[in-house]
Structures are given as structure tokens and as C-alpha cells.
């Protein structure tokens, strides 16, 4: 089953504090597992992204960790800043029919608070 | 500055009334996507193309279907909308090659209310 579980629903954090979202998939197949953003009334925006063989991508004040053999990965929202107040969702996918098909997973609304 | 572009933002149509949706892409990308996303839910993907190549999603309903008369412009048709298909749409684009990004690039979205 191509599912992708995603918690928690939803967030608050204060200003400064660390948001953690976590995510767990059960296909094998998956190898690209992003991270989107999305405002409301817009299109989702690539946050960060890794690849299985790697067990830790840092990009700024995002960092994606992740478990090969837990199957789970998680995004760490360091200084969190009430810009950062969004959806986030994770994904997974795999190359079928020459496309990046990416399975979403439910998604978690970020709220920062000052 | 490349782009994805949704045409209409929001669109109004009446049941069972056909509608068209429209995307465009600056980007020159050879893959193109549709995603139905409902309020409060991930977005769910309806089916691509591959250069002219069509890839249907099994549980996508027959109702919709899609065009892609050239590399830049892809279009969904909504055949006979229902109050269920209400609904955000998005057109996403990204490259085919494994080796390159695997990065998808979203327009941002169509709101389709269904009166």
C-alpha cells in the first residue's frame, strides 16, 4: 500500500522554539522523500528533500532526518518563526511512467505564536 | 521569472456543466501533473503526462480527463462536475530524468466551486 502517515495533525510552538513533524511510509520503493509547504490559497513550495542513502540533510534552520529501516523520516523547524505558520506536508515517491509520482502525506498545520 | 501559471484562479460552473482548466509552464519541463486537493486534505494525484505520454491514476474517475496539446499548455476537463468535485486543483511540472531534480513545481491551483 502506498500510503504515507503523517503526525501531528496539527502544532503550536512559540517563537524560537523547534518544530517537529514526523512521517512514516511502508513501500519500499519510495526513493525521494520531500518536504512541501503550503499557504493558504497557494500552490505547496518544496521545502528540503532527501534520499534514502543519505541519513540527514540540513538546509538552513530545516533539517530532515531519516530512518531507512523504521521507514520514518521527520522535519526539525529550528528558531521557528511565526512566518514559518503554514501547512507542511511530507511525500514520498518513485519514477513510474517517466513522471516523480509523489504520494502526500495528511499534512500538519504549523502555527507559530510570538 | 519561470513559472507555472493555473488559469482561471477560481472558476464557478454548475452541475454536470463541462468545465476546462487550464495550466502553462515556462519551465520546459517535459513532465506535467494534476492534483485534485479538497479542503483540509493532501493534494491527490489525478494522472500526467510524460512528454505526450498519458498516465492515468486507477482510482482517478472517468469524469475527468486531460489534454496536452504541447509541451507548455495542459488542460483538465471536468466532464460532468458534481458538488463532490469542488475542489482546489493543481498543475505541477517537473523534469523526467532520475539523475536531475526530482522536484515538482506547483501553479497555484484553481479553486472549482460547483454550484
Known amino acids: 500500500q502506498q500510503q504515507v502517515k503523517q503526525s501531528p495533525q496539527s502544532l503550536i510552538v512559540q517563537k524560537g522554539g523547534i518544530s517537529i513533524i514526523n512521517c512514516a511510509y511502508e513501500?519500499?520503493?519510495?526513493?525521494?522523500f520531500p518536504w512541501y509547504q503550503q499557504f493558504p490559497g497557494k500552490g505547496p513550495a518544496l521545502l528540503i528533500a532527501?534520499?534514502?542513502?543519505?541519513s540527514e540533510k540540513k538546509e538552513g534552520r530545516f533539517t530532515i532526518s531519516f530512518n531507512k529501516s523504521a521507514k520514518q523520516f521527520s522535519l526539525h523547524i529550528m528558531d521557528s518563526q511565526p512566518g514559518d505558520s503554514a501547512t507542511y506536508f511530507c511525500?514520498?515517491?518513485?519514477?513510474?511512467?517517466?513522471?516523480?509520482?509523489?504520494?502526500f502525506g495528511t499534512g500538519t498545520q504549523l502555527k507559530v505564536e510570538l | 521569472d519561470a513559472m507555472v501559471i493555473q488559469n482561471p484562479r477560481y472558476q464557478v460552473t454548475q452541475f454536470g456543466k463541462p468545465v476546462t482548466l487550464s495550466c502553462s509552464q515556462t519551465?520546459?519541463?517535459?513532465?506535467m501533473y494534476w492534483y485534485q486537493q479538497k479542503s483540509s486534505q493532501a493534494p491527490k494525484l489525478l494522472f500526467h503526462?510524460?512528454?505526450?505520454?498519458?498516465?492515468n491514476e486507477a482510482d482517478t474517475p472517468d469524469n475527468f480527463q486531460s489534454r496536452r496539446p504541447n509541451t507548455s499548455f495542459c488542460f483538465l476537463d471536468i466532464r460532468s462536475p458534481g458538488l463532490g468535485d469542488a475542489a482546489m486543483y493543481l498543475c505541477?511540472?517537473?523534469?523526467?530524468?532520475?539523475?536531475?531534480?526530482?522536484?515538482?513545481?506547483f501553479g497555484p491551483g484553481t479553486r472549482l466551486t460547483v454550484l
Open positions: 505541477a511540472t517537473s523534469r523526467a530524468d532520475v539523475a536531475g531534480g526530482r522536484e515538482q513545481f
Open positions: 513501500n519500499t520503493a519510495f526513493d525521494y
Open positions: 532527501i534520499r534514502p542513502d543519505v
Open positions: 511525500a514520498a515517491s518513485f519514477i513510474t511512467g517517466g513522471g516523480n509520482k509523489l504520494t
Open positions: 519551465l520546459n519541463h517535459n513532465v
Open positions: 503526462y510524460y512528454d505526450k505520454d498519458f498516465n
